[in-house]
């Protein structure tokens, strides 16, 4: 019986098996790829067998999978090495092909062990050998896979965070651990995001296989989403990695500590929503709406901004911006209401830059104001900013930066006497009719009164709009051929749309 081949401390190697006198292989190419570690050795005769891999594997074939043509046997090596295969054992005299200068030298470039296994010794005898010097690491793997179910323990008990949690996963795995979502942002509060290298390897899809080179990346699921983001961990010098199964079971910890910060997320969220509400519909004294935004995280004398997020045109946006407000806006309160997303924040360019980040965003953003101040003049402005916002297709305008509202009262009853005064009669007609004279007008104003631009982009021959033009002056009383005229329409205008009465 030929003695046991030793274990390394990271594991079997590659040359550790050819070393071993009883298996009679002989390298043939890939010299400088030796030192890679062997988890298992298989059989497989498919000219694709990476589907099914884990990597590190040690691949022996009779050579019915090697192709004849030499550029189909370097993509075949290349195929192998990509996956992270250790070495192919190619057994001598049965079905292989000669092999290829080009495939000897591809093996050469890669490092990529490519083995002659001879005729007499049966691969049952390789895996047999491999097994045995592995034994070791299997008791390891296995101590590792209960101390990581211990881990759900050390969450109920020791009530530890994200990053507590993930350093002791670290030092019993045997990797350094990262972790992210789809769009490569941090996942969880603490731990860090995978290196670049790590990030271009990420999958597109759940099914894909889970071998990087020198680890794996395995999904992270949460309720209601399958892949809300990824688990990368990479070998770590000097230890002993503890397998596939591990990072699993360590993936299943992330995703249960990913919805345990959700639901907390959740629970504050819905909180916030109530005291914005409150704050948005029922007058409070300055002292009280100091003391609402004090224990929701503000400062005491912060300086505060709202927006106003429309979401009618776009499904699942709601959870997109909430998500971006969590991850980058600081302390901020949201509010469901039937067309619009609430969020009151403190004034920064944080807040507006993660509104910004969202794809599809329409959003408008109030002046400035302290907690003296009444919020319902910033849900106005908000509201006519973000509608300014969907007119202009702009992801995000600011109140202060449009100078036309400086100009118009701040109270909804002045806007409403000027709207009624100048508009009063083309709306109602528009309401009785089914018209569009209002509408029309603001979009001639926009394109500055050219009329063939204003008409395209309503999808109407120049002379309907002309027509709507002539009855919108008619109906009103203002000559648009004039400054003063076009003036107090263009402000009237302004402020139905501050009153939501067109968009």
Known sequence: MSPRLPSSPGGLTVDELLQAPALQLRLLAGTDGVGRKVSWAHVSDLEDPTPWLLGAELIMTTGLAVPRRAAEQRAYLERLDDAGVAALAVSSALHAPPLSRTMLAAADERGFPLIEVPLSVPFIAITQEAAAALQSDLGQRLGAQLQVFGALRWLAAEDLDPAAVFARLEQLSG????????????????????????????????????????????????????????LVVLEREGARPSGLAVVQHMATVAALQLTMLRHRQEILRREGAETLSELLHLEHSPAVVRRRLDRAGFGADATLALAAVRLEDEDGLETVVVRALAEHAGPHLVLRTAADLFVLFVDSAAPRRALESVPGLRAGVSRPFTANEPMAVARREATAAALAARATGRALVVYADDATSRWLPDDPVGLAALVEQVLGPALRYDEQHGSALVPSALRWLERDRATSAAAASLH??????????????????????????????????????????VL
């Open 175 to 230: 990797y350094d651990l990262y972790a992210c979502t789809p769009q490569h942002r941090p996942l969880l509060p603490g731990i860090a995001v995978p290196p670049p290298a790590q990030l271009a390897l990420l999958p597109d899809r759940a099914d894909a296989p889970p071998t990087i080179p020198g680890g794996f990346v395995v999904p992270i699921a949460s309720a209601g989403e399958p892949a809300a983001g990824h």
């Open 460 to 501: 109407v021959h120049v002379n309907t709009l002309a027509y709507r033009l002539r009855r919108f002056a008619e109906l009103t009383g203002r000559d648009l051929a004039t400054t003063a005229g076009t003036t107090e329409v263009w402000l009237a205008l302004r402020a139905a749309r501050q009153l939501g009465h």
